[in-house]
T-cell receptor, first 112, second 112 residues
Framework: DGGITQSPKYLFRKEGQNVTLSCEQN?????MYWYRQDPGQGLRLIYY???????QKGDIAEGYSVSREKKESFPLTVTSAQKNPTAFYLC???????????FGSGTRLTVV | DAKTTQPPSMDCAEGRAANLPCNHS???????VYWYRQIHSQGPQYIIH???NNETNEMASLIITEDRKSSTLILPHATLRDTAVYYC?????????????FGKGTLLTVNP
């Protein structure tokens, strides 16, 4: 079955370490997105990519980096420059011309 | 993007219809109304979208007022599994800069 896979589901890191969150889709979707969600809040857009080798900053890109070397993959790196990295991270994809997103199940990152 | 206003929470009895309102008084002529829902600790799920006509699918119905300044999502027979946060979003349908902005949504609690 097609879908989006985010791994791992739970991730723990020490403060000051960079960490990379995985997002893979086999839906042949063109666009991919990363959102962050804090408790009781809506989703905030970090980065998005419409095509391979191209991506744009969202509303809260500071302290994050991404790459889009393959259509299927859009990894997110949370760097040590991100002041409050503990959050729920969601990856989504969308095929060109369609209206809806497909979301992954999320990665809950805890930095101690 | 146009902004939306939703009540923070609503209750509904199991088996009854759940009617979730959304105000979007500044919506533009080319912007659609989208509804997503997010069950606790999962990724959001696309429900339905519409431009100006009422829409129905296997999950829900979407009623948009004639002036398009508000809409209502209807879950005809709510079940306990429909307890979730429901997001109303307005956005253009596509394009190279397509991205959705999620607010805090409405927490719908379906009670037995």
């Amino acid at each position: 079955d097609g879908g989006i896979t985010q791994s791992p589901k739970y991730l723990f890191r020490k403060e000051g370490q960079n960490v990379t969150l995985s997002c893979e889709q086999n839906l042949n979707h063109d666009a991919m997105y990363w959102y962050r969600q804090d408790p009781g809040q809506g989703l905030r857009l970090i980065y998005y990519s419409q095509i391979v080798n191209d991506f744009q900053k969202g509303d809260i890109a500071e302290g994050y980096s991404v790459s889009r070397e393959k259509k299927e993959s859009f990894p997110l790196t949370v760097t040590s420059a991100q002041k409050n990295p503990t959050a729920f991270y969601l990856c989504a994809s969308r095929t060109g011309g369609s209206y809806g997103y497909t979301f992954g199940s999320g990665t809950r990152l805890t930095v101690v | 993007d146009a902004k939306t206003t939703q009540p923070p929470s609503m209750d509904c009895a199991e088996g009854r219809a759940a009617n979730l309102p959304c105000n979007h008084s500044t919506i533009s002529g080319n912007e659609y109304v989208y509804w997503y829902r997010q069950i606790h600790s999962q990724g959001p799920q696309y429900i339905i979208h519409g431009l100006k006509n009422n829409e129905t699918n296997e999950m829900a119905s979407l009623i948009i007022t004639e002036d398009r300044k508000s809409s209502t999502l209807i879950l005809p027979h709510a079940t306990l599994r429909d307890t979730a946060v429901y997001y109303c979003i307005v956005n253009v349908s596509g394009g190279s800069n397509y991205k959705l902005t999620f607010g805090k949504g409405t927490l719908l609690t379906v009670n037995p």
